[in-house]
């Protein structure tokens, strides 16, 4: 049935993608090799598209290659899914989903068969980062772009309570020393810190889980053991139940969501926030800041101080498709090694499209003209980490746990032990069910990378 | 033509009448219930869906007292009707005199009905704002309150407000029923009553209640189901905050069916406890009917 249904859709959908793809489906003309590129990304299309112009006219011209570039919407997944299922699919393109969701469907191929000469092994920066970009022993792709996490403060309101607008907070004890003096000295008008907890946004990964790696090297999940341990979200959430104590937190958090919390920061309501990098964008068009504001490396306990690189969000840009003939391995791959080469990369970095992986793209290329973006473009203290395993918890998230530890209903000790009980349980379930094998995401020898 | 094969005729041509409708019926109501009901007996593992038996139901009957607790704000935050009802009908019998700018009244009432629950909720999430929101900066002005009061930071304060604006969202509808009702009341009733000396106080209790008892009812029953069904607004507004206290039954059922926060979709758990609503749904709106039954036959 499903086999008929898939037919069906692939007959009266083909037709459709010939027209999006402009009718250039064709591997092999007389004379050039047609290298087909599907993607979804729509945010760097202009410079894209002109890049691949380029490449067409004169390195392509010379090697004989075209690429056919075509740039697909939300149904993505669903376009490529029915490609590879007719044969038709595409050379390279972005995956949609996991990788092992990826390799199981058959829709990708590891890098292996086709990088002869180390390119891989050759990147200045690790590109097998276990069932992100490699599984199973295997490197499918490259991590090139990521997200980052920063604190955004406002130096101005630094300046106005006395604080060095220079000296922005290093450890959670910073920004609760920093948050009480701004609230104080603004008579309750301005507030220390803002957190949204309204969507989870306050724990729920970038503002929360995703920031404390700094300290610990990993986050919620222990590699080595193979189980959860949410002990690194402690002192975050002391931290938080201080600001709260203290009133240094923005009124009413557990309503904020996270647009409110950021138009308050940007009016200059806050002293400090979380941020991620999609939040440069946000504070230049969206909500303009009217502020001077600063940008600094999340902070950590004071305790471990900046021990270990923090988290730097990435999956891989590029994949290769699993139907390439063996006549067309050779323009792929110059296809492959072009689409992730030193110059595209600089390029998406210096129009400020993309945060390259690579610390010394962004060292060596032009700033980017966007306020904030090459402060949250550094990446020397920054690595991808290991990917955590996805459960299906009964009972409260961890997000939920560890506000009601912050709410007072527990101690932040026993929320860690809650959430690790609710999370370890899901987890042996998982691996009962043979829904996940452990031997995926446990690493026995896992040591995250020191801090520079 | 015998009249058997008359009947035939006239049944076959009913039944093609019928048919888009109870197509429409089998479609988009019996087989959605029925696969709802399925899906509450599965689980995805590993991308594959697996028939798991009663197991979510021991579930949310044994292990989760969340839901429980959002069954119960469910029922609290129906306790907006005991407002909710009364405040229509006065505003209906209000607007049915002939008094001035009565259209004008209808409509603005009316309106927060037509409004998305999304926008309402936005709107009442400024209002309620802890930081420079209306509400508390009225309450500090008129010396009711010292402080900015955390509206979202408490359960029943979050309950409040879900109840303050489900009352204001809702009114107006409610308001057009028995103002429905109160214009099919024959103007000969009044009249007499008039002649035979009873005043307006006598006439509103002795003519108009004991003839809105009918409507009165089907209006209850819709706006009991109604608001046990409700979650946009709620989801909206206070986004079960503080910590999950606020949840409904909806919203529930809501967060597990999708992604939200750091919960992963469970969507046979999300069938699972939708079945029960839908149950629970069921039995109060029998119950309603049954204990009601009497006071029908005016």
């Known amino acids: ?90 050379d390279i393109m972005n995956l949609e989903e996991s990788i092992s969701a990826g390799v199981n469907k058959g829709v990708i191929q590891p890098l292996t068969s086709f990088d002869n000469e180390g390119w891989v092994e050759n990147f200045p920066f690790d590109v097998d980062i276990n069932n992100v970009t490699a599984y199973q022993g295997e490197v499918y792709s490259i991590p090139q772009f990521a997200f980052t996490m920063r604190m955004v403060y406002n130096k101005d309101l630094f300046e106005a309570v006395g604080l060095d607008p220079e000296k922005p907070p290093r450890t959670y004890e910073d920004i609760v ?19 949204p907890f309204k969507w ?48 240094s937190l923005f009124p ?69 498709g699993s139907d390439i003939p063996d006549e067309k391995k050779k323009a792929v791959w110059e296809v492959y090694k072009w689409l992730n080469s030193d110059g595209i990369v600089t390029m998406k970095y210096e129009a400020a499209k993309n945060i390259p992986v690579n610390p010394t793209i962004a060292k060596n290329a032009k700033a980017p003209d966007v306020m904030g973006f090459a402060e949250f473009s550094d990446v020397t203290n920054n690595k991808v ?46 691996i009962n069910e043979g829904a996940l094998e452990i031997s995926d995401y446990r690493i026995q020898d896992y040591k995250p990378t020191l801090a520079e | 033509m015998s009249a058997i094969q008359q009947y035939k005729k ?70 907006k009707l005991l407002v909710e009802l009364p405040v229509a009908l006065i505003l209906a019998v209000l607007l049915n005199s002939k008094m001035k700018s009565a259209n004008v009244f209808r409509v603005v009432i009316f309106m927060p009905y037509i409004l998305s ?37 408490t359960r029943w304060h979050s309950l409040s407000v879900i109840m303050i604006a489900s009352v204001w969202q809702c009114v107006g509808i409610n308001m057009v029923f028995f103002l429905t009702a109160l214009q099919s009341i024959p103007n000969e009733l009044y009249e007499s009553a008039a002649i035979d000396g009873a005043n307006s106080q006598q006439q509103f209790f ?46 529930f059922v809501f967060k597990y069916f999708f992604s939200q926060g750091a919960r992963i979709p469970q969507m046979g758990y999300a069938a699972t406890a939708g079945s029960v609503s839908a149950l629970i749904i069921g039995v109060i709106t029998v119950v309603y009917l049954v204990t009601t039954k009497e006071g029908n036959e005016l």
């Open chain 2, 117 to 153: 629950p999304v926008i309402i909720a936005l709107i009442f999430s400024f209002l309620f704002a802890s930081y420079e929101g209306i509400v508390n900066n009225i309450l500090m002005m008129l010396n009711i309150s010292e402080s900015q009061i955390n509206w979202f930071g």
């Open chain 2, 206 to 251: 002795r003519i108009t209640l004991p003839i809105l008892k009918t409507m009165t009812r089907v209006i209850t029953l819709l706006a009991i189901i109604g608001t046990l069904k409700s979650a946009d607004l709620a989801l909206v507004l206070t986004n079960g905050a503080p910590g999950g206290k606020s949840e409904n039954m909806m919203t």
């Open chain 1, 385 to 430: 980490y290991p990917v955590v395993p996805s459960v299906r918890v009964e009972g409260d998230t961890f997000d939920v746990i560890f506000y009601n530890a912050v709410a007072g209903e527990y101690s932040v000790d026993e929320a860690v032990e809650r959430a690790n009980k609710a999370y370890n349980a899901a987890l042996e379930q998982a």
């Open chain 2, 10 to 79: 006239h049944n076959r041509q009913a039944f093609l009448m019928v048919l888009p409708s109870f197509a429409g019926l089998l479609i988009f109501s019996f087989y959605t219930i029925g696969y709802v009901i399925v899906l509450s007996f599965t689980k995805k593992i590993g991308g594959e869906t697996v028939f798991v038996g009663i197991e979510n139901y021991i579930r949310l009957f044994s292990r989760d007292p969340n839901y429980w607790t959002a069954v119960v704000n469910t029922f609290i935050i129906s306790a």
């Open chain 1, 177 to 195: 020393e920093y948050a009480k003096v701004i609230t104080d000295k603004s008579g309750g008008k301005k507030f220390g810190v803002a957190l």
């Open chain 1, 252 to 320: 009413g958090a557990e309503g904020l969501d996270n647009d409110t919390a950021r138009a308050q920061f940007a009016e200059g309501n806050v002293g400090m926030m979380f941020a991620v990098s999609w939040d440069v964008a946000v504070f230049n068009d969206q909500f303009p800041v009217k502020i001077d504001m600063g940008i600094t490396e999340v902070p950590v306990p004071e305790e471990t101080g900046f021990k270990y690189k923090s988290e730097l969000v990435s999956q891989g840009e590029w994949w290769l």
């Open chain 1, 200 to 247: 989870g946004e306050g724990f729920w990964t970038w503002a929360g889980t995703y920031t404390v790696g700094g300290g610990f090297g990993r986050r919620e999940f222990d590699y080595a053991e193979g189980k959860f341990d949410f002990s690194p979200l402690k002192p975050y959430t002391e931290m938080i139940v201080q600001l709260k104590k203290d009133k």
């Open chain 1, 1 to 90: 049935m499903k086999k008929i249904m898939c037919i069906t859709l692939i007959v009266f959908l083909l037709p459709v993608l010939g027209i999006f793809a402009g009718g250039s489906q064709e591997g092999q003309s007389d004379d050039k090799t047609v290298v087909n590129v599907w993607t979804r990304n729509r945010h760097d299309k202009d410079l894209m598209v002109r890049q691949v112009e380029k490449f067409n006219q004169n390195e392509g011209k010379e090697k004989g290659i075209e690429i056919d570039y075509q740039i697909y919407g939300d149904d993505f997944i669903d376009i490529y899914t029915i490609a590879f299922e007719s044969g038709n699919g595409p």
